[in-house]
């Protein structure tokens, strides 16, 4: 990657709103083992608004930037249900609900509906391995940060690959099992 280094975090609250052309966005996604981190995927559940407020989903992705070049993205909903989630926490938010506790809104790392494990910030190719997990600490900590300076009391990432489930762990993230119904691209 590029040795002058000006990194620069933006939110964007709409995927097509993402100024990068759909090469440059694939090209993070060339290690993911499905096709729902795909520019064309992500960009038609919102253009088509299946994944809209008004659907429950409120995006808000983060974008890693060097200078004018985009290293890095975590795909990120606001969401103040379960529903369509296919991680069915309900019995978690009628618990807190009952200690008087907030559940929702929460900030949730997933694509929408699709019941794919492979969940991971994506980066540049050319990123070095240190580099990636420099930048998946940077990103981490701005998306907590994100969520205490708007009142969102959860971040919750589903669907997970093995690196990014070992890597929460690593910043005290609880992890919790339950049964999943996945989808396998055979």
């Known amino acids: 990657m590029n040795k002058k280094t000006n990194l620069n975090l933006k939110w964007y609250q709409s995927f097509p ?7 440059d966005w694939d090209a993070m996604v060339h290690m993911v083992a499905h096709p729902f981190f795909s520019y064309s995927w992500l960009h038609s559940l919102e253009a088509s608004r299946s994944v809209s407020p008004k659907m429950g989903w409120l995006p808000q992705h983060l974008t890693l930037w060097n200078n004018s070049t985009l290293i890095g993205a975590s795909i990120l909903y606001v969401r103040t249900t379960s529903w369509g989630e296919l991680v069915f926490d309900f019995g978690w938010a009628s618990a807190a609900r009952e200690l008087g506790l907030s559940y929702y809104p929460k900030l949730v790392g997933t ?16 990123l070095s391995w240190e580099e990636k997990k420099q930048y998946r600490k940077l990103m981490l900590s701005h998306i907590v ?6 009142n969102i009391p959860q ?24 049964h999943q119904f996945l989808w396998e691209n055979r």
């Open 17 to 23: 709103l993402i100024p990068c052309t759909q090469t």
């Open 111 to 126: 694509v929408p509906a699709t019941p794919a494990q492979g969940y991971d910030f994506l980066f540049h190719p050319d």
């Open 145 to 150: 940060q994100w969520a205490r300076k708007n």
């Open 155 to 178: 971040v919750a990432f589903l669907f997970l690959n093995d690196e990014f489930s070992l890597f929460l762990r690593e910043e005290s993230f609880h992890l919790w099992g339950h």
